[in-house]
Protein backbone atom coordinates (compact mmCIF):
# COMPACT_ATOMS: atom_id res chain seq x y z
CA UNK A 1 0.00 0.00 0.00
CA UNK A 2 2.61 2.24 0.87
CA UNK A 3 4.56 1.48 -2.61
CA UNK A 4 1.16 2.64 -4.08
CA UNK A 5 0.53 5.70 -2.21
CA UNK A 6 4.47 6.74 -3.50
CA UNK A 7 3.41 6.22 -6.78
CA UNK A 8 0.20 8.18 -6.69
CA UNK A 9 2.09 11.11 -5.01
CA UNK A 10 4.91 10.60 -8.25
CA UNK A 11 1.94 10.73 -11.00
CA UNK A 12 0.12 14.07 -9.58
CA UNK A 13 3.44 15.87 -9.43
CA UNK A 14 4.16 14.42 -13.09
CA UNK A 15 0.63 15.59 -13.91
CA UNK A 16 1.00 19.39 -11.68
CA UNK A 17 4.35 20.19 -13.24
CA UNK A 18 4.74 23.11 -15.89
CA UNK A 19 7.37 24.51 -17.80
CA UNK A 20 9.19 27.29 -17.70
CA UNK A 21 8.63 30.28 -19.92
CA UNK A 22 11.80 32.61 -20.67
CA UNK A 23 10.57 34.38 -24.23
CA UNK A 24 7.60 35.14 -25.63
CA UNK A 25 6.87 35.94 -29.15
CA UNK A 26 6.39 39.75 -29.29
CA UNK A 27 8.43 40.56 -26.40
CA UNK A 28 12.12 41.51 -26.97
CA UNK A 29 14.57 40.18 -24.77
CA UNK A 30 14.05 37.08 -21.87
CA UNK A 31 10.79 37.79 -19.64
CA UNK A 32 12.21 40.08 -16.88
CA UNK A 33 9.90 38.08 -14.35
CA UNK A 34 9.96 34.07 -14.30
CA UNK A 35 6.85 32.59 -15.86
CA UNK A 36 5.59 29.13 -15.66
CA UNK A 37 2.83 27.71 -17.97
CA UNK A 38 1.68 24.22 -17.60
CA UNK A 39 -1.67 22.13 -16.94
CA UNK A 40 -2.99 20.15 -13.85
CA UNK A 41 -5.71 17.00 -14.79
CA UNK A 42 -8.61 17.31 -12.72
CA UNK A 43 -12.17 15.29 -12.45
CA UNK A 44 -12.85 11.69 -13.10
CA UNK A 45 -9.84 10.22 -14.72
CA UNK A 46 -8.62 13.34 -15.19
CA UNK A 47 -10.10 14.23 -18.10
CA UNK A 48 -10.30 17.50 -17.34
CA UNK A 49 -7.04 19.54 -18.31
CA UNK A 50 -6.86 22.88 -16.72
CA UNK A 51 -4.21 25.10 -18.17
CA UNK A 52 -2.41 28.01 -15.86
CA UNK A 53 -0.03 30.54 -16.34
CA UNK A 54 1.93 31.11 -12.86
CA UNK A 55 4.28 34.35 -12.57
CA UNK A 56 6.47 34.10 -9.60
CA UNK A 57 6.68 37.27 -7.61
CA UNK A 58 9.09 39.95 -8.58
CA UNK A 59 9.37 40.60 -4.82
CA UNK A 60 10.00 38.06 -1.92
CA UNK A 61 8.22 35.18 -3.62
CA UNK A 62 8.86 32.56 -0.85
CA UNK A 63 6.81 34.91 1.55
CA UNK A 64 5.07 37.12 -0.43
CA UNK A 65 0.80 35.66 -0.97
CA UNK A 66 -0.24 33.30 -3.49
CA UNK A 67 -3.46 34.59 -5.63
CA UNK A 68 -5.05 32.31 -7.40
CA UNK A 69 -6.77 33.94 -10.61
CA UNK A 70 -9.82 33.69 -12.80
CA UNK A 71 -11.22 35.84 -14.58
CA UNK A 72 -15.26 36.03 -15.66
CA UNK A 73 -17.31 34.90 -18.23
CA UNK A 74 -18.06 32.09 -17.14
CA UNK A 75 -15.63 31.22 -20.41
CA UNK A 76 -12.96 34.24 -20.26
CA UNK A 77 -9.48 33.27 -20.44
CA UNK A 78 -7.23 34.29 -17.44
CA UNK A 79 -5.07 35.71 -20.07
CA UNK A 80 -6.84 38.91 -19.68
CA UNK A 81 -6.17 39.19 -16.06
CA UNK A 82 -2.20 38.62 -17.29
CA UNK A 83 -2.49 41.78 -19.62
CA UNK A 84 -5.10 43.23 -19.69
CA UNK A 85 -5.78 43.44 -15.63
CA UNK A 86 -2.85 42.72 -13.04
CA UNK A 87 -0.24 40.97 -14.59
CA UNK A 88 3.27 41.99 -15.71
CA UNK A 89 2.67 42.06 -19.75
CA UNK A 90 0.27 44.22 -22.05
CA UNK A 91 0.33 44.88 -25.77
CA UNK A 92 1.48 47.53 -27.23
CA UNK A 93 -1.56 49.01 -28.74
CA UNK A 94 -0.38 49.76 -32.58
CA UNK A 95 -2.12 49.77 -35.98
CA UNK A 96 -2.38 45.58 -36.92
CA UNK A 97 -0.45 45.40 -40.27
CA UNK A 98 -0.22 41.48 -40.11
CA UNK A 99 3.02 40.68 -37.85
CA UNK A 100 2.95 39.69 -34.74
CA UNK A 101 1.45 41.64 -31.88
CA UNK A 102 4.27 43.43 -29.50
CA UNK A 103 3.96 42.58 -25.70
CA UNK A 104 5.67 45.60 -23.72
CA UNK A 105 6.10 45.01 -19.65
CA UNK A 106 3.59 46.04 -17.36
CA UNK A 107 5.64 48.11 -14.49
CA UNK A 108 2.38 48.06 -12.18
CA UNK A 109 1.60 44.63 -11.90
CA UNK A 110 0.53 42.88 -9.07
CA UNK A 111 2.89 40.49 -9.59
CA UNK A 112 5.61 43.47 -7.98
CA UNK A 113 4.10 41.86 -4.37
CA UNK A 114 2.66 38.54 -4.77
CA UNK A 115 2.61 35.42 -6.92
CA UNK A 116 -0.14 34.59 -9.15
CA UNK A 117 -1.74 32.10 -10.98
CA UNK A 118 -3.76 32.90 -13.62
CA UNK A 119 -5.75 29.59 -14.54
CA UNK A 120 -8.09 28.94 -17.77
CA UNK A 121 -11.54 28.01 -16.08
CA UNK A 122 -14.01 26.35 -16.51
CA UNK A 123 -12.47 23.73 -19.01
CA UNK A 124 -13.09 24.74 -22.33
CA UNK A 125 -11.79 28.61 -21.78
CA UNK A 126 -8.59 29.62 -23.38
CA UNK A 127 -6.03 26.56 -23.29
CA UNK A 128 -8.16 24.35 -21.08
CA UNK A 129 -9.56 21.45 -22.75
CA UNK A 130 -11.80 17.98 -21.84
CA UNK A 131 -10.82 14.73 -23.61
CA UNK A 132 -14.29 13.70 -23.77
CA UNK A 133 -17.97 15.38 -24.02
CA UNK A 134 -19.02 14.40 -20.68
CA UNK A 135 -15.81 15.89 -19.15
CA UNK A 136 -16.85 19.11 -21.00
CA UNK A 137 -20.19 19.68 -19.56
CA UNK A 138 -19.54 22.14 -16.32
CA UNK A 139 -21.25 24.87 -14.04
CA UNK A 140 -20.57 26.98 -10.88
CA UNK A 141 -20.30 23.92 -8.42
CA UNK A 142 -18.01 21.91 -10.95
CA UNK A 143 -15.52 24.79 -11.78
CA UNK A 144 -15.44 25.00 -8.00
CA UNK A 145 -14.60 21.43 -7.42
CA UNK A 146 -11.95 21.41 -10.28
CA UNK A 147 -10.27 24.16 -8.73
CA UNK A 148 -10.22 23.09 -5.45
CA UNK A 149 -8.93 19.71 -6.49
CA UNK A 150 -6.35 22.09 -9.13
CA UNK A 151 -5.02 24.60 -6.60
CA UNK A 152 -3.90 21.02 -3.96
CA UNK A 153 -2.25 19.27 -7.15
CA UNK A 154 -0.12 22.47 -8.38
CA UNK A 155 0.69 22.74 -4.27
CA UNK A 156 1.95 19.05 -3.95
CA UNK A 157 3.87 20.03 -6.84
CA UNK A 158 5.38 23.42 -6.00
CA UNK A 159 6.16 22.58 -2.33
CA UNK A 160 8.01 25.74 -1.62
CA UNK A 161 4.58 27.53 -2.07
CA UNK A 162 2.61 24.91 0.54
CA UNK A 163 3.47 27.94 3.43
CA UNK A 164 2.37 30.79 1.45
CA UNK A 165 -0.48 32.62 2.79
CA UNK A 166 -3.48 31.79 -0.21
CA UNK A 167 -6.01 34.74 -1.66
CA UNK A 168 -8.43 32.95 -4.09
CA UNK A 169 -9.42 36.21 -6.80
CA UNK A 170 -11.24 37.34 -9.67
CA UNK A 171 -13.29 39.71 -11.36
CA UNK A 172 -17.08 39.78 -13.02
CA UNK A 173 -18.63 36.91 -13.23
CA UNK A 174 -16.10 35.14 -10.66
CA UNK A 175 -17.92 37.17 -7.89
CA UNK A 176 -19.81 33.64 -8.15
CA UNK A 177 -17.67 30.84 -8.23
CA UNK A 178 -14.99 32.71 -5.49
CA UNK A 179 -16.78 32.83 -2.43
CA UNK A 180 -17.92 29.19 -3.02
CA UNK A 181 -14.16 28.11 -3.89
CA UNK A 182 -12.84 30.12 -0.80
CA UNK A 183 -15.91 28.40 1.49
CA UNK A 184 -14.79 24.49 -0.23
CA UNK A 185 -10.95 25.37 0.62
CA UNK A 186 -12.16 26.41 4.19
CA UNK A 187 -14.02 23.16 4.31
CA UNK A 188 -11.44 20.84 3.30
CA UNK A 189 -8.88 21.98 5.70
CA UNK A 190 -11.30 21.69 8.70
CA UNK A 191 -11.26 18.42 7.43
CA UNK A 192 -7.75 17.74 6.91
CA UNK A 193 -6.97 17.08 3.14
CA UNK A 194 -4.01 17.78 2.37
CA UNK A 195 -1.56 19.88 2.24
CA UNK A 196 -3.30 22.43 3.48
CA UNK A 197 -4.28 25.67 1.83
CA UNK A 198 -2.78 28.60 4.17
CA UNK A 199 -6.21 30.68 3.27
CA UNK A 200 -6.58 34.38 3.90
CA UNK A 201 -9.34 35.78 2.16
CA UNK A 202 -10.42 36.68 -1.39
CA UNK A 203 -10.34 39.43 -3.68
CA UNK A 204 -12.99 40.40 -6.08
CA UNK A 205 -13.48 42.96 -8.60
CA UNK A 206 -17.08 44.10 -10.23
CA UNK A 207 -18.04 41.49 -8.87
CA UNK A 208 -21.69 39.23 -10.05
CA UNK A 209 -23.02 38.37 -6.84
CA UNK A 210 -27.06 38.44 -6.74
CA UNK A 211 -27.78 38.07 -10.46
CA UNK A 212 -31.57 38.65 -10.11
CA UNK A 213 -30.63 41.82 -7.60
CA UNK A 214 -28.04 43.55 -9.82
CA UNK A 215 -30.56 43.24 -13.19
CA UNK A 216 -33.52 44.50 -10.62
CA UNK A 217 -31.04 47.39 -9.50
CA UNK A 218 -29.84 48.55 -13.20
CA UNK A 219 -32.64 50.93 -14.21
CA UNK A 220 -32.22 52.93 -11.13
CA UNK A 221 -28.72 52.75 -11.56
CA UNK A 222 -28.53 54.22 -15.30
CA UNK A 223 -31.66 56.38 -14.01
CA UNK A 224 -28.99 58.24 -11.05
CA UNK A 225 -26.28 58.37 -13.50
CA UNK A 226 -28.20 60.53 -15.86
CA UNK A 227 -28.69 58.29 -18.73
CA UNK A 228 -31.97 58.18 -18.98
CA UNK A 229 -34.60 61.08 -18.45
CA UNK A 230 -36.62 61.69 -15.62
CA UNK A 231 -40.29 61.22 -17.43
CA UNK A 232 -38.80 57.38 -18.76
CA UNK A 233 -37.84 56.10 -15.42
CA UNK A 234 -41.11 57.38 -13.42
CA UNK A 235 -43.04 55.64 -16.41
CA UNK A 236 -40.93 52.46 -15.66
CA UNK A 237 -41.65 52.27 -11.83
CA UNK A 238 -45.13 52.52 -12.78
CA UNK A 239 -45.59 50.44 -15.15
CA UNK A 240 -43.56 47.84 -14.40
CA UNK A 241 -43.96 48.07 -10.16
CA UNK A 242 -40.03 47.31 -9.77
CA UNK A 243 -40.24 44.10 -12.27
CA UNK A 244 -37.72 44.71 -14.56
CA UNK A 245 -37.20 40.92 -15.57
CA UNK A 246 -39.50 38.08 -17.20
CA UNK A 247 -41.95 41.06 -17.73
CA UNK A 248 -45.52 39.24 -17.95
CA UNK A 249 -46.21 39.44 -21.95
CA UNK A 250 -49.90 40.96 -21.05
CA UNK A 251 -48.40 44.27 -19.43
CA UNK A 252 -48.34 45.96 -23.05
CA UNK A 253 -46.62 49.48 -21.18
CA UNK A 254 -43.93 47.94 -19.25
CA UNK A 255 -42.76 46.29 -22.47
CA UNK A 256 -43.07 49.36 -24.49
CA UNK A 257 -41.32 51.13 -21.85
CA UNK A 258 -38.59 48.47 -21.55
CA UNK A 259 -38.00 48.69 -25.46
CA UNK A 260 -37.36 52.16 -24.99
CA UNK A 261 -35.11 51.87 -22.34
CA UNK A 262 -33.19 49.48 -24.30
CA UNK A 263 -33.03 52.26 -27.67
CA UNK A 264 -31.76 55.36 -25.10
CA UNK A 265 -28.56 52.85 -23.74
CA UNK A 266 -27.92 50.85 -27.12
CA UNK A 267 -24.94 52.73 -27.84
CA UNK A 268 -23.20 52.60 -24.38
CA UNK A 269 -20.18 50.51 -23.38
CA UNK A 270 -21.90 48.16 -20.49
CA UNK A 271 -18.03 47.63 -19.03
CA UNK A 272 -17.48 51.30 -19.08
CA UNK A 273 -19.84 53.74 -20.00
CA UNK A 274 -17.54 56.51 -20.44
CA UNK A 275 -15.86 54.83 -23.01
CA UNK A 276 -16.97 54.21 -26.58
CA UNK A 277 -19.03 51.15 -27.41
CA UNK A 278 -17.01 49.31 -30.33
CA UNK A 279 -16.53 46.10 -31.90
CA UNK A 280 -18.64 44.16 -29.10
CA UNK A 281 -20.99 41.55 -30.28
CA UNK A 282 -24.64 42.03 -30.77
CA UNK A 283 -26.61 41.48 -28.41
CA UNK A 284 -29.44 39.04 -29.41
CA UNK A 285 -33.52 40.00 -28.53
CA UNK A 286 -34.63 38.05 -25.74
CA UNK A 287 -38.28 35.96 -26.18
CA UNK A 288 -39.88 38.67 -24.02
CA UNK A 289 -38.62 41.51 -26.22
CA UNK A 290 -35.82 42.60 -24.25
CA UNK A 291 -32.39 42.97 -25.82
CA UNK A 292 -29.98 42.15 -23.13
CA UNK A 293 -27.00 44.64 -22.27
CA UNK A 294 -24.04 44.50 -24.29
CA UNK A 295 -21.25 42.11 -22.46
CA UNK A 296 -18.29 43.86 -23.83
CA UNK A 297 -16.21 40.53 -23.83
CA UNK A 298 -16.04 38.66 -27.18
CA UNK A 299 -15.41 40.18 -30.73
CA UNK A 300 -17.17 38.26 -33.27
CA UNK A 301 -14.85 36.70 -36.00
CA UNK A 302 -15.94 38.55 -39.08
CA UNK A 303 -16.39 41.76 -37.14
CA UNK A 304 -14.79 44.62 -38.82
CA UNK A 305 -11.48 46.11 -37.22
CA UNK A 306 -12.26 48.35 -34.31
CA UNK A 307 -11.25 51.62 -33.94
CA UNK A 308 -7.33 52.34 -32.65
CA UNK A 309 -8.82 54.18 -29.71
CA UNK A 310 -10.96 51.08 -28.72
CA UNK A 311 -10.48 48.75 -25.82
CA UNK A 312 -11.70 46.33 -28.00
CA UNK A 313 -8.51 46.67 -30.23
CA UNK A 314 -6.33 44.83 -28.02
CA UNK A 315 -8.75 42.36 -27.84
CA UNK A 316 -8.52 41.97 -31.09
CA UNK A 317 -4.57 42.10 -31.36
CA UNK A 318 -4.25 39.21 -28.14
CA UNK A 319 -6.63 36.80 -30.66
CA UNK A 320 -4.20 37.24 -33.25
CA UNK A 321 -1.13 36.41 -30.86
CA UNK A 322 -3.07 33.76 -28.66
CA UNK A 323 -3.63 31.83 -32.06
CA UNK A 324 0.06 31.76 -33.84
CA UNK A 325 1.80 28.55 -33.61
CA UNK A 326 5.01 30.05 -32.12
CA UNK A 327 3.25 31.90 -29.31
CA UNK A 328 1.56 28.27 -28.68
CA UNK A 329 4.93 26.41 -29.11
CA UNK A 330 6.36 28.87 -26.15
CA UNK A 331 3.74 28.46 -23.89
CA UNK A 332 4.22 24.76 -24.55
CA UNK A 333 0.37 24.14 -25.47
CA UNK A 334 -0.57 20.49 -26.24
CA UNK A 335 -0.65 19.84 -30.38
CA UNK A 336 -4.56 19.34 -30.72
CA UNK A 337 -5.90 19.66 -27.58
CA UNK A 338 -8.04 22.98 -29.06
CA UNK A 339 -9.35 24.81 -32.08
CA UNK A 340 -9.12 28.73 -32.05
CA UNK A 341 -8.21 30.33 -29.01
CA UNK A 342 -10.67 32.72 -27.61
CA UNK A 343 -10.58 35.36 -25.03
CA UNK A 344 -14.38 34.65 -24.28
CA UNK A 345 -15.89 31.16 -25.15
CA UNK A 346 -19.58 31.91 -24.42
CA UNK A 347 -20.73 28.86 -26.33
CA UNK A 348 -19.68 26.59 -23.20
CA UNK A 349 -22.25 24.01 -21.99
CA UNK A 350 -22.29 25.77 -18.94
CA UNK A 351 -24.74 25.18 -15.75
CA UNK A 352 -25.11 28.52 -13.64
CA UNK A 353 -26.19 26.33 -10.33
CA UNK A 354 -25.46 28.78 -7.53
CA UNK A 355 -27.95 31.45 -8.02
CA UNK A 356 -26.37 33.88 -5.36
CA UNK A 357 -23.00 33.66 -3.67
CA UNK A 358 -24.03 36.34 -0.78
CA UNK A 359 -24.36 33.55 2.00
CA UNK A 360 -21.00 32.67 1.00
CA UNK A 361 -19.71 36.00 1.57
CA UNK A 362 -21.23 35.73 4.95
CA UNK A 363 -19.98 32.34 6.18
CA UNK A 364 -16.68 33.57 4.93
CA UNK A 365 -16.69 36.84 7.17
CA UNK A 366 -17.92 35.12 10.20
CA UNK A 367 -14.97 33.08 10.12
CA UNK A 368 -12.97 35.82 9.85
CA UNK A 369 -11.27 35.51 6.26
CA UNK A 370 -10.14 38.81 5.00
CA UNK A 371 -12.03 40.14 1.63
CA UNK A 372 -12.00 43.05 -0.54
CA UNK A 373 -14.64 43.87 -3.01
CA UNK A 374 -14.30 47.10 -5.53
CA UNK A 375 -15.87 48.12 -8.21
CA UNK A 376 -16.05 50.62 -10.96
CA UNK A 377 -18.49 53.35 -11.05
CA UNK A 378 -18.90 53.54 -14.88
CA UNK A 379 -19.22 49.86 -15.16
CA UNK A 380 -23.23 49.01 -15.51
CA UNK A 381 -22.59 45.01 -14.91
CA UNK A 382 -21.71 45.73 -10.96
CA UNK A 383 -24.18 48.09 -9.99
CA UNK A 384 -25.39 46.48 -7.02
CA UNK A 385 -22.03 46.33 -4.24
CA UNK A 386 -23.16 47.93 -1.41
CA UNK A 387 -27.06 46.99 -1.42
CA UNK A 388 -25.46 42.93 -1.30
CA UNK A 389 -22.72 43.22 0.64
CA UNK A 390 -25.66 45.34 3.36
CA UNK A 391 -27.46 42.17 3.22
CA UNK A 392 -24.31 40.19 3.82
CA UNK A 393 -23.64 41.84 7.13
CA UNK A 394 -27.47 41.09 8.15
CA UNK A 395 -26.92 37.34 7.55
CA UNK A 396 -23.74 37.52 9.60
CA UNK A 397 -25.42 39.27 12.33
CA UNK A 398 -28.69 37.42 11.96
Not at 72 to 96: M, N, Q, R
Not at 298 to 322: F, K, M, S, V
Not at 337 to 347: T, V
Amino acid sequence: MALLLFFFYLSQLALAHGSAVKFLPGFEGPLPFELETGYVGVGDSEEAQLFYYFVKSEGKPEDDPLLFWLTGGPGCSAFSGLVFEIGPLKFKVDVYNGSLPTLVYNPYAWTKVSNIIFIDSPVGTGFSYATNNRAAQTGDLKQVHHLHQFLRKWLMAHPDFISNPVYVSGDSYSGIPVPVLAQEISNGNEEGIKPVIHLQGYILGNPKTVPNLEKKLKIPYVYGMGLISDELYESLKRNCNGQYQNVDLNNKACLADIQYLDKCISGINNAHFLEPDCGLDSPKPRKNGRRRFLDGHQLLNDEPLPPLACRTYAYYLCRHWANDDNVRNALHIRKGSIGKWLRCNHGLPYNNDVPTSLPYHANLSAKGYRYLIYSCLFHLHAVATMTWWSRTWQLKHG
